[in-house]
C-alpha cells in the first residue's frame, strides 16, 4: 500500500454552492499540525482543454468571464461530467463551444493542477485535428465566439488588446509561447 502524501486527519466542509465547496483540513507536516483551506468543484472528475489544430492555426475562443471581470481568450474547455472520459469530454465540448468535429486525437495529458494552492481542480489536455466540413451549431447560451489563428498571430492580437477588459488563460499563453519558442 502506498503512503499518502499529505497526512490529512480532519476536513470539514465550510460552505458550499450549487457547483463549489470551500473545505479546509487539518493535516500534519514534518510532524507539525496545519491547516489549509481550499475550493473544491463538485460534480465532476476534472476539467478538459481542447487545443485544436488546422495546419498552423489554432482553435481559441473568447468568453466574458465573471471572476475577473474580462473577455477571456483561451482554448475551448469545460467540465468533464461524472462517468466521462477526457477524450469524449473534448469531443463534447468542443462541438459546444465552437461548432467543430474532433477529426483525430493526438494526445491526451496526465491529469494536471490548475492552481495547486487555491483548488483541488485539476484539467486534461487534449491535442486533436478538427474535421473542417462537419461544423455543427453552437450552445447560444454559452456566449463564446471561436476564432483560428496563427500562433504569431494570436501574440499579436493580445498584445494589442486592452488589459483592462481582456485576459488570457494561462495554459493558452504557456502553451503558445512555448510552441513560438521552439520554432
Request: contains cysteine.
Amino acid at each position: 500500500m502506498v503512503k499518502p502524501v499529505i497526512d490529512i486527519k480532519r476536513e470539514r466542509l465550510l460552505c458550499e454552492s450549487r457547483f463549489l465547496a470551500l473545505k479546509e483540513v487539518d493535516y500534519a507536516d514534518n510532524e507539525q499540525e496545519k491547516t489549509w483551506s481550499y475550493v473544491t468543484r463538485k460534480k465532476t472528475s476534472g476539467v478538459v482543454t481542447v487545443i485544436a489544430t488546422k495546419g498552423y492555426k489554432f482553435l481559441f475562443i473568447s468568453q466574458k468571464r465573471v471572476p475577473v471581470n474580462k473577455i477571456v481568450l483561451g482554448f475551448p474547455s469545460g467540465l468533464i461530467d461524472e462517468g466521462e472520459t477526457p477524450k469524449k469530454a473534448a469531443g463534447r465540448e468542443l462541438i459546444e463551444e465552437t461548432g467543430y468535429f474532433i477529426n483525430k486525437t493526438i494526445s491526451i495529458s496526465p491529469l494536471l493542477p490548475k492552481s495547486a494552492g487555491l483548488t483541488d481542480e485539476s484539467m486534461y489536455i487534449v491535442k486533436c485535428t478538427v474535421k473542417e466540413k462537419h461544423v455543427a451549431p453552437t450552445d447560444p447560451t454559452e456566449g463564446i465566439t471561436s476564432f483560428w489563428m496563427t500562433a504569431r498571430a494570436f501574440i499579436d492580437y493580445v498584445n494589442g488588446l486592452s488589459k483592462k477588459t481582456h485576459a488570457v488563460e494561462n495554459h493558452a499563453w504557456a502553451y503558445i509561447t512555448g510552441y513560438l519558442r521552439d520554432r
